[in-house]
């Protein structure tokens, strides 16, 4: 089914109206994710009998790996639909992965049912992005909208650690999933009333017939290679914030208050802080400076936390000191990597989409991994430090090379 661009223009939304529909998406279908984020490291850990580094490590690593690139494997078939059904029927994908999950012992199963959430998210995620580059013609614009998401993400994370510690109790997931599945459903609700009908992906529409993979030919492109790297090595070095660093608090912190403050203390502090710092890259990028700049600042910024977790300062002085630089790279990382991938213009935006996505999701799924499992092993032999400056290692080699070029091409510009 397709539509004629005339029909497509008359359903646009106004930047208004869609910038208040996805603060309520991204709002509610985080408290879903949040609230589950910071314990489910422990949850799967606890799942099974089986070695805990095993089953943690690639619990996260599968589910990491769906939320992001599953989306490739429908991407021929999304345009044929509008946003007001894909969109809704993500979150419900999502709802019901997660909501399953508790009945279910079998890890098998439980790897089925993550596949499933994280199949809804990674739809979402895509066309979400697709939307917004479509609606939004400005760099700007664009910028300001993906921090608004920003700042509802991290609201709605800075209450998940709390939602956490009070209904995951004893070991019994059921109360929590079946609030993370509510949130998701909930979302989809504020999805439906929100989206227009009839709105298609215009592009996309009139690109379907050509494959995903035919188009990776866009790996030529300078622009997109270091767009990818950088975004691998940020979301290398943001995934331990969900795996290695909850379960180092989990572990040496014993008040569960104290482990809520310290998991929300980020996203109450971007919540607060987002607008100032959006508006300080709004000035940059304004000035001439490339998003490779920002994105290789930020990069480097998320080495520096990992150095500070690692020297061995006393517990809470390193904790909240790392927090904070971590806090700085996040909020300059997460708009400048969409910024970075609508500015590459050799192939259809959502082709650059999931571009950004399978980036995001190759450097989280891996970042899960290493902090789900390696994190663990370390641990257990007395070397968490080792750990984090090893990190550090990784995060810090994949942002060097780029440090040169983002000043030659400030200069040049």
């Not at 029909?7 to 939304?13: H, K």
């Not at 095993?54 to 946003?83: E, K, N």
């Not at 499933?116 to 664009?142: C, D, K, Y």
């Not at 809470?316 to 630089?325: E, N, R, Y």
């Amino acid at each position: 089914m397709s539509v004629a661009p005339e029909q497509v223009a008359d359903r646009r939304m106004s930047p208004p109206v869609l910038r208040l529909t996805l603060a309520f998406d991204y709002l509610l279908s985080n408290f879903g994710r949040f609230s589950l984020m910071p314990v489910i490291a422990v949850l799967l850990a606890s799942q099974s009998d089986g070695p805990d580094w095993i089953i943690t490590g690639v619990g996260l690593f599968g589910h990491m790996l769906s939320s992001g690139l599953s989306s490739l494997l429908v991407t021929r078939w999304l345009p044929r639909f509008t946003y007001r059904a894909t969109l809704p029927a993500s979150m419900v994908f999502a709802a019901a992965g997660f909501g399953l999950l508790p009945y279910s012992g079998n890890p098998v199963v439980v790897l089925v049912l993550l596949f499933v959430a994280g199949f809804g998210i990674s739809v979402h995620a895509v066309l979400a992005r697709v939307l917004i580059a479509e609606m939004i013609e400005s760099e700007t614009g664009r910028n300001t909208i993906y921090s608004i998401q920003q700042i509802a993400t991290n609201a709605a994370a800075s209450l998940g650690p709390f939602i956490a510690a009070a209904l995951y109790v004893s070991g019994d997931s059921r109360p929590l999933l079946a609030f993370v599945g509510g949130a998701y459903l909930l979302a989809a609700v504020a999805l439906l009333v929100g989206l227009p009908r009839g709105q298609y992906p215009p592009e996309a529409v009139r690109e379907r017939s050509e494959g995903f993979f035919a188009r990776l030919k866009v790996l030529r492109d300078r622009q997109c290679r270091e767009a990818m790297v950088l975004t691998a090595t940020g979301a290398f070095a943001y995934a331990q914030f969900y795996s290695a660093f909850a379960l180092l608090v989990a572990f040496a912190v014993d008040s569960a208050v104290l482990r809520g403050s310290l998991l929300a203390g980020p996203p109450i502090a971007i919540v607060l802080l987002q607008v100032f710092v959006t508006a300080a890259s709004n000035r940059v990028l304004r000035a001439g400076w490339q998003p490779l700049a920002i994105l290789t600042a930020a990069v480097l910024l998320f080495g520096v936390a990992m150095v500070l977790l690692g020297v061995g300062l006393p517990f809470l002085v390193g904790t909240v000191i790392a927090m904070a630089v971590f806090v700085v790279a996040e909020m300059l990382f997460t708009p400048t990597v969409s910024i970075a991938f609508n500015r590459i213009s050799s192939v259809p935006r959502l082709v650059s989409s999931n571009l950004q996505g399978v980036a995001w999701t190759t450097g989280e799924a891996v970042g899960s991994l290493f902090g789900g499992s390696l994190f663990l092993l370390c641990w257990d032999r007395g070397a968490g430090n080792v750990y984090w400056l090893v990190l550090a290692a990784l995060t810090v080699a994949g942002a060097a090379p780029f440090v040169r070029r983002a000043v030659v091409e400030r200069t040049v510009s």
